[in-house]
């Protein structure tokens, strides 16, 4: 009985200290800043096509691509692509204005 009680207040214990931790990942997740292109940054193809898009993490910012094979494409150059988002959006931005 004593070992029981000494397993359960260990479980508790943990679960205790690891919710406050899934909270931050939860909050990561929010701050990243937005992908709003339409279209994947390496190929130029419409996101959706191919199946859900394939979104990955860069620098704090969201980026999506049509495949997961298109992220080794980034990660050669991301400076490239992350600048060819920037200027995309802002085209976008420009032309709602």
């Keep these: 009985m004593n070992r029981i009680r000494t397993l359960t207040v260990g479980v508790l214990l ?3 200290c690891a919710a406050p931790l899934a909270g931050f990942a939860a909050d990561k997740k929010a701050k990243l800043k937005p992908y709003t292109l339409k279209v994947c940054i390496v190929t130029g193809d419409k996101l959706g096509e191919m199946g859900d898009p394939f979104v ?10 049509c495949c997961k ?15 060819k988002i920037e200027e995309e959006e802002a085209k976008a931005k420009k032309a709602k204005s």
């Design 14 to 16: 943990v679960a205790f």
């Design 69 to 83: 094979g298109c992220v080794k494409d980034f990660k050669k150059d991301p400076a490239k692509y992350i600048k």
């Design 56 to 65: 990955y993490d860069y620098e704090g910012r969201e980026i999506k691509f």
